[in-house]
T-cell receptor, first 110, second 116 residues
């Protein structure tokens, strides 16, 4: 089965850096995805990690450690528009399912 | 890029009626589509996996006779909520496998269902 854990809610200040963690225990591993979802909207793709290490993409970076079952999403130079929920997802080997973690609601304050 | 549409975006219906939600991949073919349900302030809960030309695979606890899924073509999957009740009110989102490569999921904009 799939067990994916994220903190429920975080608050950070505009311009700061925030790290959102995701731990997982899954039956099979086929990479880890991060998605952003604004309230009432569909999720949008942020990153995909399949190998260990840090992947940087502009203000957003994502890290993966397969041995520890751990990932984090790092958001730099926070902007008000970054206030959203951030979901991590870990598909199993056969990729016929796509499970999401509980999501982390990020509140960015001025 | 890959675009997935959903129709309708919002629907209000009376208790006991059935509602059909369409999910279309507009510029690519999707052999697999997923249907999710999302309650307010909660994450996406996978309901079922829809495979073109075969029966859908439902997650544990999801009633297949209540939520009928049909994947008639490589670009269209439908979810029909039969005999809807107020507790079925939710945000329903579909996604489709992206183009060959990283297995990214592309999401539709979602359908807000309200059952009175």
């Amino acid at each position: 089965g799939q067990n994916i854990d994220q903190p429920t809610e975080m608050t950070a200040t505009e311009g700061a850096i925030v790290q959102i963690n995701c731990t997982y225990q899954t039956s099979g591993f086929n990479g880890l995805f991060w998605y952003q979802q604004h309230a009432g909207e569909a999720p949008t793709f942020l990153s995909y990690n399949v190998l260990d290490g840090l992947e940087e993409k502009g203000r957003f970076s994502s890290f993966l450690s397969r041995s520890k079952g751990y990932s984090y999403l790092l958001l730099k130079e926070l902007q008000m528009k970054d206030s959203a929920s951030y979901l991590c997802a870990v598909p199993p080997y056969n990729f016929n399912k796509f499970y999401f973690g509980s999501g982390t609601k990020l509140n960015v304050k001025p | 890029g890959a675009v997935v549409s959903q129709h309708p975006s919002r629907v209000i219906c009376k208790s006991g009626t059935s509602v059909k939600i369409e999910c279309r991949s507009l510029d690519f073919q999707a052999t697999t589509m997923f249907w999710y349900r999302q309650f307010p302030k909660k994450s996406l809960m996978l309901m079922a996996t829809s495979n073109e030309g075969s029966k859908a695979t439902y997650e544990q606890g999801v009633e297949k006779d209540k939520f009928l899924i049909n994947h008639a073509s490589l670009t269209l999957s439908t979810l029909t909520v039969t005999s809807a009740h107020p507790e079925d009110s939710s945000f329903y989102i579909c996604s489709a496998d992206g183009l060959a490569g990283n297995n990214e999921q592309f999401f539709g904009p979602g359908t807000r269902l309200t059952v009175l």
